[in-house]
């Protein structure tokens, strides 16, 4: 069973909302990460966290806020979404002890933007 | 793009049957890691495999990495049906602290 808890599992959002998506783990980990996935396409990143600080953005488009409150916790909020946004948006976390880490990832949150 | 490409994109298999997938990647790197994802699920990682190692295996899965060719490959024995997913490679090269993914191989294993 995966260590990394995204909710809401499923979110069915229009382009004018504003929604969040939350990720916590557990683990100690002081590196947290979200990353995007269309369907059959690999994951690719989107926000790095080490130590609550953004260290990587992937240039993502403004409409998608990164947070970190605290070690266990990461959000991302969403506003203004398109149709073209609708994914699988995976949270993973890892320690923050070099070059020879393991990444864990949560189940995903399925995102809809109608 | 960073993205490393696998191939081949589909593979399918009878139970029983070894599966092998190969990814390639573009970057010098530290490590270089496996993931399995079920349709629709998070990816659990398999194995990790350092630069300055060639082979790895753990279970039934052996992992081996020439860094020359900048080449991975994942073989499977012995397969079973619970083994259908696609499995990812991801480098982590020595600049970044996050993966790049590679484009994956759906792999069917039929009963």
């Known amino acids: 069973d995966t260590e990394v808890t995204q909710t809401p599992k499923h979110l069915v959002m229009g382009m004018t909302n504003k929604k969040s998506l939350k990720c916590e783990q557990h683990?100690?980990?002081?590196?947290m990460y979200w990353y995007k996935q269309k369907a059959k396409k690999p994951p690719e990143l989107m926000f790095v966290?080490?130590?609550?600080?953004?260290?990587i953005n992937e240039s993502v488009p403004s409409r998608f806020s990164p947070e970190c409150p605290n070690s266990s916790l990461l959000n991302l909020h969403l506003h203004a979404l398109q149709p073209e946004d609708s994914a699988l948006y995976l949270c993973?976390?890892?320690?923050?002890?070099?070059?020879?880490?393991?990444?864990?990832f949560g189940e995903g949150s399925w995102l809809t933007v109608v | 793009s960073q993205q490393g490409e696998e191939d081949p994109q589909a593979l399918s298999i009878q139970e029983g049957e070894n599966a092998t997938m190969n990814c390639s990647y573009k970057?010098?790197?530290?490590?270089l890691q496996w993931y399995r994802q079920n349709s629709g699920r998070g990816l659990v990682h398999l194995i990790l495999?350092?630069?300055?190692?060639r082979e790895k295996h753990s279970g039934r899965l052996r992992v081996t990495l020439d860094t020359s060719k900048k080449s991975s490959s994942l073989l499977i024995t012995a397969s079973r049906a619970a083994d259908t997913a696609s499995y990812f490679c991801?480098?982590?090269?020595?600049?970044?602290?996050?993966?790049?993914f590679g484009s994956g191989t759906r792999l069917q294993v039929q009963p």
């Open positions: 993973a976390s890892s320690q923050e002890t070099g070059a020879m880490r393991t990444i864990y």
């Open positions: 683990m100690g980990h002081r590196a």
């Open positions: 966290y080490s130590y609550e600080k953004l260290s």
């Open positions: 991801a480098n982590q090269d020595t600049g970044r602290r996050a993966l790049t």
């Open positions: 970057t010098s790197i530290n490590n």
């Open positions: 495999i350092r630069s300055n190692e």
